[in-house]
């Protein structure tokens, strides 16, 4: 009798996709390999074959055939089974940057700047979240967060001046390079549009005057005829000095 010996099929072709791909830095890229055998099947092979990165400083990929983008360049990743191998080109790129106009500004106490984020690529589907934060001596009140939408560039968000100081406004967002809008942020320049009393009789003793406006801080002070006084904040519209006699000595307008 005739003996027949069946022998199972062998591997004779690899093949991995997506074949060059590119990628930013920061992004995932999940290959998928698959083997060709001498009776004509096929077959996925991804978690079964051994997979390397020539330069593991632009990126790395692990046993399930997932490439971590790193930095920019390029990397051969190769496949391989025992003597049968196949290679590709990964190549990462820089990631595009964000951008937030003005790039620097002065801005009022209580005033509100209109600045617009820019991403140098239109966003993916679902849209571009944008971080905001801010650091420095003062603050602005900012919403946290800002969506740039889907296939659109931009979108703007406001800011209002809230605590005296520099402010460094950072624009953050996934697989973007941040960027940053520098704000000094001032008082008001004041306006005086009352005193009281009004007029006082020269050679007088000391009084209290009372002077309604806007703008006033703590650190205001008070010019009569030169003569600079301290004052007490009573509040953003109005402020209290005591003039001493010295000051009223002769006629004076305040």
Avoid: K
Avoid at 144 to 158: D, H, K, W
């Amino acid at each position: 009798s005739a003996t027949v010996v069946v022998t199972p099929a062998e591997l004779v072709t690899l093949t991995r996709a997506p074949q060059n791909p590119t990628a930013f830095g920061g992004e995932t890229v999940p290959f998928i390999a698959t083997g060709t055998y001498t009776d004509g099947t096929t077959q996925d092979v991804t978690t079964s074959v051994a997979w390397t990165s020539s330069n593991q400083v632009v990126a790395t990929i692990n046993a399930s055939g997932v490439a971590s983008a790193l930095t920019a360049g390029a990397t051969t990743i190769t496949t391989a089974s025992g003597s049968i191998t196949a290679e590709t080109t990964l190549a990462v790129l820089t990631p595009p940057a964000l951008s937030v106009a003005p790039a620097a500004s002065t801005l009022l106490i209580g005033n509100t700047l209109t600045f617009t984020v820019t991403s140098a690529v239109p966003a993916d589907a679902g849209g571009l979240t944008v971080t905001l934060m801010q650091s420095g001596t003062g603050s602005v009140n900012l919403p946290g967060t800002v969506l740039i939408p889907e296939a659109q560039s931009s979108a703007t968000f406001a800011g209002t001046g809230a605590v005296i100081g520099s402010v460094t406004v950072t624009a953050t967002a996934p697989l973007r390079l941040p960027a940053s809008s520098t704000l000094t942020i001032v008082n008001p320049a004041p306006a005086i549009t009352a005193v009281s009393p009004f007029q006082v009789p020269a050679r007088s003793g000391p009084f209290t005057l009372t002077v309604d406006g806007t703008g006033f801080v703590g650190a205001s002070s008070l010019t009569i005829d030169g003569q600079t006084l301290s004052t007490t904040l009573v509040s953003a519209t109005r402020l209290t000095a005591i003039v001493p006699a010295a000051v009223i000595a002769a006629e004076h307008v305040a």
